[in-house]
């Protein structure tokens, strides 16, 4: 089972930020959190990880909560290309990470 | 520069008969790893190699899938006797587990998938 949680499905309008929550409430201290997403049709698109801190680069911006028990993931500026599932992992390397089935997240002109 | 592929692309199979889908990893990329996704869900894991050793084959649903990477690059998913339970995308990631940057360490790259459908 997969030892994330997070909302089937969001809207966002287009050139707003979109922050998608997840829920790990039984996370352990050495594992990390994982975003990946999906484009219709592609395969899975890494964004971004974090541990402890909060994580920034290019694409997105990774907000964990102190306790570690749940995190956001932010997209400070939609585009309609960002419409995609997006996937919250938790897992303590990159080696079978085990994905639930993540949110639908749909931009909106 | 050239990511990971995978061949075909789509492929329909009558029941019982063998496939194999074929990826061709990012050169360089120790890690390979085999992912089966049924329609609207996550990938799920079925195998991993480090080079061409396969360290974990626990998610291999039967002992008709057998995978493989006899020289540590390409790697290719056999299906013997396919049943209908096996229409799926098949994904295929590489990652470079030795980079010294945080994320390319910690990043799998995608192929495109091959959708097998049993018919």
């Known amino acids: 089972d997969a030892k994330t949680t997070q909302p089937p499905s969001m809207d966002c309008a287009e050139g707003r930020a979109a922050n998608l929550p997840c829920n790990h409430s039984?996370?352990?201290?050495?594992?990390?959190v994982y975003w990946y997403r999906q484009i219709h049709s592609q395969g899975p698109q890494y964004i971004i990880h974090g541990l402890k801190n909060n994580e920034t680069n290019e694409m997105a911006s990774l907000i964990i909560t102190e306790d570690r028990k749940s995190s956001t993931l932010i997209l400070p500026h939609a585009t309609l290309r960002d419409t995609a599932v997006y996937y919250c992992i938790v897992g303590l390397s990159n080696y079978q990470l085990i994905w639930g089935a993540g949110t639908k997240l749909i931009i909106k002109p | 520069g050239a990511g990971v592929s995978q061949s075909p692309r789509y492929k329909v199979a009558k029941r019982g008969q063998d496939v194999a889908l074929r990826c061709d990893p990012i050169?360089?990329?120790?890690?390979l790893f085999w992912y089966q996704q049924a329609l609207g869900q996550g990938p799920e894991f079925l195998t991993y190699?480090?080079?061409?050793?396969?360290?974990?084959k626990s998610g291999l649903p039967s002992d008709r899938f057998f995978a493989e990477r006899p020289e540590g690059s390409v790697s290719t998913l056999k299906i013997q006797r396919t049943q209908q339970e096996d229409s799926a995308v098949y994904l295929c990631a590489s990652s470079d587990l030795t980079r010294i940057d945080r994320r390319t360490r910690y990043e799998q790259y995608f192929g495109p998938g091959t959708r097998l459908t049993v018919t």
């Open positions: 190699f480090q080079n061409e050793a396969q360290l974990d």
């Open positions: 050169s360089g990329h120790v890690s």
């Open positions: 039984t996370i352990s201290g050495n594992e990390y």
